[in-house]
């Protein structure tokens, strides 16, 4: 019997399954860089709304910085994630895992800074600290599988307040780490010290 693998997930560093929403906000990696690593965060826009067009405005830079008080405060941002993962799990993606996307901004991961170098961003429609639903933990296990499939070093995820810490909050608190890990079946080592074991 001849076993045929499925066909690969990935185009040019694109997922044939995404909502594709080009952003310009991006640049090449650093020659040779190895892609390691996931960064988790969350956002939405107006903070704690959710299914609105803002999120994909904003990494697209056509976002109205008038149509909300808030957007005043982030008023000229040019910043990108590689995946969005909407409330009811749709996956959009706006650059390409083969290019450096702009969302952890000042960080470090096991002494490597600028996590943007060798990391894949990946948002959740969220608030920090509110709880995220089951379509998106399904959505996100099956991104990170695919991720790691087509790139076997990136295995292992941390949360933007992993690589930020006392700058970012996101995901948060309510971030369920041990649902994702028993969805991917990584080992321990692949996540955050101390998320699996909540004190
Ligand atoms: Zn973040």
């Known amino acids: 019997m001849n076993r045929v693998d499925p066909p690969s997930p990935w185009h040019q560093g694109w997922h044939v399954n995404a909502r594709h929403v080009p952003s310009p906000n991006h640049g ?112 996100l296990a099956d991104l990170l599988a695919d991720l790691s499939m087509h790139w076997p070093a990136l295995h292992h995820v941390a949360g933007h307040e992993h690589v930020a810490p006392g700058r970012k909050q996101d995901p948060g608190g309510a971030f369920d780490w041990i649902g994702l890990q028993q969805r991917l079946a990584w080992p321990d080592m692949a996540f955050p010290d101390g998320v699996l074991r909540p004190a």
Do not use: K, M
């Open 28 to 139: 090449p990696r650093p020659a040779d860089t190895l892609i390691d690593l996931a960064v988790v965060h969350s956002v939405s826009l107006p903070p704690g709304q959710y299914g609105g067009p803002e999120i994909e405005q904003l990494f697209t830079n056509q976002l109205d910085w008038h149509a909300h008080p808030y957007f005043e405060q982030i008023r000229g941002l040019e910043v990108s994630a590689h995946f969005l993962i909407r409330r009811d799990g749709e996956l959009v993606q706006f650059v390409s895992v083969l290019d450096r996307a702009w969302h952890a901004g000042r960080s470090s991961w096991q002494g490597r800074d600028n996590c943007n170098d060798y990391s894949v961003g990946i948002e959740l429609e969220g608030l920090e600290h509110h709880a995220f639903e089951p379509a998106q933990y399904d959505t």
